[in-house]
């Protein structure tokens, strides 16, 4: 049971996406060229508020940028691939086009899936230039998840098999902090160890029955837990970290039954998210000037955590059940 109320959490779900509407011009490929990193955390608001039907022409509208190789550039009007673009766009297509149902989209699906599978380096991992292997790979076998339960392929073994792969790669990098570290990219750990938890080793679970990535996950998780400051916040007060590390938790705990002990962890970690954003929006950092992309992030934090309070299942929410 939490002690946000529900009726201050729907205003404030409400304002903030009326917010983002409002920006459209920073996110609407319908509006002009897009950054696709942006379009895609707006992509996750739509799903998530049920919207996908009534605004499907924010979806079709990928597919006109779509690259010749079938993946996605992170500026939409440029041809230069990137893999985390990619998936995650991808990713967005599947679940809106279970509402949507448009050919288009489905052809702009399985090219990006066959693009994605023909790119896995020797070691199990997947390379983007402007990411991490660890938070790369990560966005991969999230998008592999999704393909198969929105396309009720579960046992396609050529995914399996690359997923696996994957897992193994991100698996061998687990530092004995119980977090994931990239001194290139994320020193702290807490990003990645966030998206790897949720990308990889739920969908491990999930999907791949691998026995011990319940423990993997539970053991991060706590260490995850362990960095929290005294505030609610994570990595020094940073706004898309704490989000990250909220919405990892609540995936884990309802997943694995760890609710009466990270509740009070998560729900403090929110309540420090509503109490430090600005009237409108979020910023990088507290008292920085809201973006769109940390915005979404809020929304789509606070969104997630209402879920969580209706004791339905997170998983389907992440798209990782039905």
């Known amino acids: 049971m939490t002690t946000i109320a529900p009726e201050k959490l729907d205003q404030l779900i409400e304002n903030e996406w009326r917010y983002l509407s409002s920006k459209k011009s920073e996110w609407s ?34 597919v006109k940028v779509q690259n010749p190789d079938g993946g996605w550039s992170k500026q939409s009007h440029t041809n230069k691939t990137s893999m985390w ?67 009720d392929k579960q046992d396609e073994e050529r995914i399996n ?69 005294p505030n609610g916040s994570w990595d020094d007060e940073n706004m898309d970290h704490t989000m990250d590390a909220c919405r990892n938790l609540m995936l884990v705990s309802d997943t694995f039954n760890r609710r009466k002990k990270y509740t009070p962890i998560i729900e403090k970690g929110v309540r420090w998210l509503m109490d430090e954003k600005n009237v409108t929006g979020w910023g990088d950092f507290p008292g920085e000037p809201s973006n769109v992309e940390r915005t979404a992030d809020g929304l789509d934090t606070l969104l997630k955590f209402k879920r969580y309070c209706s004791g339905e299942p997170m998983s389907h929410f992440w798209a990782y059940s039905k």
């Not at 379009?39 to 079709?60: G, M, S, V």
């Not at 995650?88 to 066959?114: S, T």
């Not at 997923?163 to 001194?183: A, C, T």
């Open 29 to 62: 490929l319908l509006e002009g060229e897009q950054d696709m990193e942006v379009l895609e955390h707006i992509l996750r608001c739509i799903l998530h508020l049920y919207h996908t039907k009534d605004l499907a022409n924010e979806f079709q509208e990928c």
């Open 85 to 151: 673009i990619t998936t995650f766009v991808a990713l967005k297509l599947c679940r809106g086009n279970m509402v949507i149902q448009d050919p288009a989209i489905e052809d702009c699906i399985q090219r990006a899936l066959e693009y994605v599978l023909s790119v896995q380096e020797k070691d199990g991992h997947w390379a983007d230039p402007e990411w991490s292997h660890l938070d790369t790979t990560c966005s991969v076998t999230c998008f592999f998840t999704i393909y198969q339960v929105t396309h």
């Open 161 to 229: 098999a690359a997923r696996k792969r994957g897992f193994e790669f991100i698996k061998n990098w687990q530092k004995d902090s119980g977090l994931w570290k990239d001194n290139t990219f994320h020193p702290a750990g807490i990003e990645t160890t966030a998206h790897l938890i949720q990308y990889t080793l739920v969908p491990a679970y999930f999907m791949d029955k691998i026995d011990y990535a319940e423990k993997l996950c539970t053991d991060a998780a706590e260490s995850l837990a362990g960095e929290q400051a």
